[in-house]
């Protein structure tokens, strides 16, 4: 390759990302820009949660960006029991104890930098969970799962209205009904890609 042909490429490199991107992943967005791979905002076994552990539809309100949770404990990732015969129920998985029979609460800042749009909040539960963002429930309830926990079984779209740039809360109630309990979360956003 030439300097000449070099430059032309680099040069058509934007647009054929955008033309791509646009033709296989339309959503229809108001602003009709080329949007981003996901990336991994929060990956699974994040460290850092603020927790607490209550006796079952306790804890009224924790999903309240102005919830004061200074009562709150903080821990890792994924949260729950450290033996069974489920696969994720072992000592490295699991690096915070969750016991059975009780409901979890947790909370998480985000930070979402500008052009932030397709947030999504993936969960490994065993067994029910139910997710807010900035206070409102984006799982349509408390969602039920019987078995054993695994990655991706329950994916919540976020919709854009919902976000701001900076700080945003991940707010999380589980349910744990017998036997073994298992938390894990995973949060990917897209973003606008801007021309020129
Ligand atoms: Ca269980």
Redesign the pocket.
């Known amino acids: 390759m030439n300097d000449r042909s070099r430059l032309v490429s680099r040069a058509l490199l934007p647009f054929a990302v955008v033309f791509a991107l646009s033709t296989v992943g339309s959503l229809g967005t108001a602003a009709n820009a080329p949007l981003s791979a996901p990336t991994i905002v929060v990956p699974y076994g994040a460290s850092e949660y603020k927790y607490q552990v209550v006796s079952v539809d306790d804890g009224i309100g924790f999903e309240r960006p102005d919830f004061d949770d200074s009562a709150f404990a903080v821990g890792d990732a994924g949260f729950g029991?450290r033996e069974g015969y489920c696969e994720l129920n072992n000592t490295g998985d699991v690096r915070t104890e969750w016991p059975?029979?009780t409901d979890l609460l947790v909370r998480k800042p985000l930070d979402l930098p500008a052009g932030t749009t397709d947030v999504v909040v993936y969960v490994a539960v065993?067994?029910d969970v139910q997710v807010f963002i900035n206070g409102y429930d984006v799982s349509d309830g408390l969602q039920f799962h019987e078995g054993c926990p695994s990655l991706g079984s329950f994916s919540f779209a976020v919709p854009d209205s919902l976000l701001q740039v900076g700080t945003n809360l991940l707010a999380v109630r589980a349910r744990?009904?017998?036997?073994?309990?298992?938390l894990d979360l995973e949060v990917t956003r897209r973003s606008r890609l801007r021309l020129g």
């Open positions: 029991s059975v029979e065993d067994n744990d009904r017998g036997v073994l309990a298992y």
